[in-house]
Each structure stands twice: as C-alpha cells, then as structure tokens.
C-alpha cells in the first residue's frame, strides 16, 4: 500500500498546482474628451494668408511707430485693431480705410485653404458643429460663405465686440450651441489672437503653424500655449480620432 499523505503534503500539493492570477500590473487608458464643436479662425486657418499685415501696420502708423511699437512687443507682435481705438475719430476712420483697402486686396486673393474643405465633410460627417471667428468684416465672410459653399454658425467677425484675443466670441458660440467651452476645439494660426482666444475661454486649442514660425527659441515661454501644434489642416483628422470622442 502507498504511503499515506498526511494533510501537510496535501496542502503543499494544492498549493504547488493551483493557478494564480498574474500580478502584472495592466494600465487602463485614460477616457477621451468629449468633443462637440470646433471653431475655426478665417484668415490664414480656412484661406491662404494673403493679407500684408506688417506692410498694413506701416501704412496705418507711419514707419517710426511702427518699429517702435514692434520693439516694445516682440513677442505678441501688433494689436492694429485695440491700438487705434482710442485714436481721434478722424485718424481713426483713415486707419479702417487703409485696413479695409489691404483687406479688399486680400477678398481679390481670396483662395480656401488645401485641406479645408475636406476637413469641413468630415466634422460634418459625424455631426460635430462649425463656428468662425475672425477679425476680419462681416463682407468677407459672406464673400468666403458664397465663393467656397461652407458655410459657418455663428460666425462672428470683428463687427461682434469685444473681438480676438478676448474670450467673449468664443463663450457667445458656446452658448449658442449649448455646450460647454471644454467640449470645443479653437483651431487658428495666430498665438496671440487664436490660440489666446481659446485658452482664456477654457476650450481646446490646436495652432496651425505651416512655416514652423513658432519653432523658434523665443517663443518657448509664452504665456499660453496650445494643447495641439500641426503643420496642416489634414493633419487634423488623426488628432481628433486619437485624442477625443466625437459626439454630437
């Protein structure tokens, strides 16, 4: 007759033959944000740049004040607009007479930018809402709506008050769709109006920097910078897909 076990070897033979669930940690991925708008910039974002802007900055304050005033904000670069407000009403209206010319030149230009129209089909695609927001007239955003067939709501341009940089025009959209600021995307190419605008309303931003301008050493320190960076409008598509849930 074999040997009996006693109840210590048979405890030790269950212990040694049981299956124990790995200890490897596993890491749960964190949950998408819900993303329910985007908001575009017009000029330079939807179209090609093709506004002069410092050659405008020069013709509405004269050569001297210009690189005195460039000097003093290397950084955050020409607030045309918020400096001639408190100008006198006479060189005020010949100040929006000489940007109104240099944006004609630019309505005559007026081209969409590669990728736009694409990127438009598929936000569309799944529902997710179009705003715009420009510094730019009312004109030439009807202009942009008629030329290309997209169209924007709201789309709000420099006639809506206070303009770019401040957060009012992008807190107005929000409202109007019924969302919160966290659930939209500000996309534009200017860090000091677009990128600016959206942060202070505490959306998501993504800057468009097709010349790598912003690569340079001197804005590293910026004050508020984007939570997205890309070269291209096509770039887009990948980022939304990977980093948010689209849902309307």
């Known amino acids: 007759m074999p040997p009996l076990l006693t109840s210590r070897a048979i405890s030790s033979l269950f212990l040694s033959t049981r299956s124990f669930p790995s200890m490897a940690t596993t890491t749960t991925a964190a949950p998408k944000s819900r993303l329910r708008g985007v908001v575009f910039d017009m000029d330079g974002t939807l179209t090609v740049p093709v506004i002069d802007f410092q050659a405008m900055y020069r013709a509405v304050l004269g050569e001297e004040e210009y690189l005195a005033l460039k000097s003093r904000k290397p950084f955050t670069g020409i607030d045309i607009l918020h400096h001639i407000e408190n100008w006198s009403p006479d060189k005020q209206r010949r100040a929006y007479e000489i940007i109104a010319d240099f944006e004609q030149q630019g309505l005559d230009r007026l081209q969409i930018m590669p990728g736009a129209s694409k990127l438009c089909g598929f936000l569309d695609s799944r529902n997710i809402r179009r705003g715009l927001i420009t510094r730019n007239v009312k004109a030439a955003v009807d202009l942009f709506h008629l030329r290309f067939g997209i169209t924007f709501a709201p789309a709000l341009s420099r006639e809506f ?11 107005h959209i ?22 600016a605008c959206g942060k202070r309303a505490g959306a998501f931003t993504c800057l468009l920097d097709e010349t790598g301008r912003y690569d340079t050493p001197e804005f590293e320190n910026v004050a508020l910078k984007p939570d997205y960076k890309v070269s291209s409008l096509a770039e887009i598509y990948s980022l939304l897909e990977a980093n948010f849930d689209l849902i309307p």
């Not at 008050?161 to 009012?168: E, F, S």
């Open 161 to 171: 008050r206070p303009y770019k940089p401040d957060p009012a025009p992008l807190l």
């Open 174 to 195: 929000c409202s109007t769709w019924d969302v919160l600021p966290n659930e939209v995307m500000m996309i534009g190419d200017s860090l000091k109006d677009d990128i």
